[in-house]
């Protein structure tokens, strides 16, 4: 019979991609964190189906409508207390963990008191858009690029971007200023004309999408509200495509 004294052993913790709220488009990593958790913390935009995967405790630590926040300190606080007392903690949320996730907090505080902490990705809600459209986010010839922007961080965000044509700019958190966003894209020269799509609950039972141009895109989304992706298409000029078909016609 041994007296020293016995510690629990050291829990970990899963940070969870649970995709746009569909529980059919979770990976099959994410649903194996999911079963065998012991304790589930989790956002507002979670879809109940997913929860109900698992037998596990699960505490909400989002954001209520109308009410505060819980703050990060404490959410890094509670997920590393319950770690520490020797449980499997998922830390569950929207989309991908790693795009505008509030990850980097949950990893460093983790590290610190030296959990062993993952990250399983999720499927972001531009990829959950491109989905709903059956329109990729990258086109050949007009759109090689994607920019994955929030619109949230402070009015003029939008404005510092270094986009250029060839762009499939998605922007997350955005609905709120579409607007301010409107404007200041035109300001940096995109044009007007410009394809836009803005697609609601991508991936969910209440998916709404509306189609419309740059210009007039505010109006268009009246009546859209949150969660929900915005994608401007700001296409290469034509004379790319031409010029290097005749360059290989020269070649060949
Ligand atoms: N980590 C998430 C993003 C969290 S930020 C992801 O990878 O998708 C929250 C923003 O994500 C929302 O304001 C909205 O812009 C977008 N979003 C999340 N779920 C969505 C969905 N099902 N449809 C459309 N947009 C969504």
């Given at each position: 019979?041994?007296?020293?004294?016995?510690?629990?052993?050291?829990?970990?913790?899963?940070?969870?991609?649970?995709?746009?709220?569909?529980?059919?488009?979770?990976?099959?990593?994410?649903?194996?964190?999911?079963?065998?958790?012991?304790?589930?913390?989790?956002?507002?935009?979670?879809?109940?189906?997913?929860?109900?995967?698992?037998?596990?405790?699960?505490?909400?630590?989002?954001?209520?409508?109308?009410?505060?926040?819980?703050?990060?300190?404490?959410?890094?606080?509670?997920?590393?207390?319950?770690?520490?007392?020797?449980?499997?903690?998922?830390?569950?949320?929207?989309?991908?963990?790693?795009?505008?996730?509030?990850?980097?907090?949950?990893?460093?505080?983790?590290?610190?008191?030296?959990?062993?902490?993952?990250?399983?990705?999720?499927?972001?809600?531009a990829?959950?858009?491109?989905?709903?459209?059956?329109?990729?986010?990258?086109?050949?010839?007009?759109?090689?690029?994607?920019?994955i922007?929030?619109?949230?961080?402070?009015?003029?965000?939008?404005?510092?971007?270094?986009?250029?044509?060839?762009?499939?700019?998605a922007l997350?958190?955005?609905?709120?200023?579409?607007?301010?966003?409107?404007?200041?894209?035109?300001?940096?020269?995109?044009?007007?004309?410009?394809?836009?799509?803005?697609?609601?609950?991508?991936?969910?039972?209440?998916?709404?999408?509306?189609?419309?141009?740059?210009?007039?895109?505010?109006?268009?989304?009246?009546?859209?509200?949150?969660?929900?992706?915005?994608l401007?298409?700001?296409?290469?000029?034509?004379?790319?495509?031409?010029?290097?078909?005749?360059?290989?016609?020269?070649?060949?």
């Amino acid at each position: 019979m041994s007296f020293l004294p016995r510690f629990p052993a050291m829990g970990q913790i899963a940070l969870v991609g649970a995709g746009p709220g569909a529980a059919d488009l979770l990976t099959i990593r994410a649903l194996r964190r999911i079963e065998a958790a012991d304790v589930i913390f989790h956002d507002r935009l979670i879809d109940p189906e997913v929860l109900a995967l698992s037998p596990a405790r699960k505490v909400f630590v989002g954001k209520e409508v109308g009410a505060n926040a819980w703050p990060q300190t404490r959410i890094n606080a509670v997920i590393t207390a319950a770690a520490l007392s020797g449980l499997k903690v998922v830390r569950l949320k929207s989309g991908d963990p790693s795009i505008f996730g509030r990850a980097a907090e949950e990893l460093d505080a983790a590290r610190a008191a030296g959990i062993p902490i993952e990250i399983v990705p999720g499927i972001t809600a531009a990829s959950a858009a491109a989905s709903a459209l059956g329109r990729p986010l990258t086109e050949r010839g007009q759109t090689e690029r994607l920019v994955i922007a929030t619109a949230t961080c402070r009015p003029g965000t939008v404005a510092t971007l270094a986009i250029a044509p060839g762009t499939t700019l998605a922007l997350y958190m955005a609905m709120h200023r579409l607007a301010e966003v409107e404007a200041e894209l035109m300001a940096m020269g995109v044009p007007p004309e410009s394809d836009v799509q803005i697609v609601q609950s991508a991936g969910c039972e209440n998916q709404r999408i509306v189609e419309c141009t740059l210009h007039g895109m505010a109006n268009a989304a009246a009546g859209f509200a949150n969660p929900a992706i915005v994608l401007v298409r700001w296409t290469a000029p034509a004379m790319v495509g031409e010029w290097t078909m005749q360059r290989s016609s020269i070649t060949c």
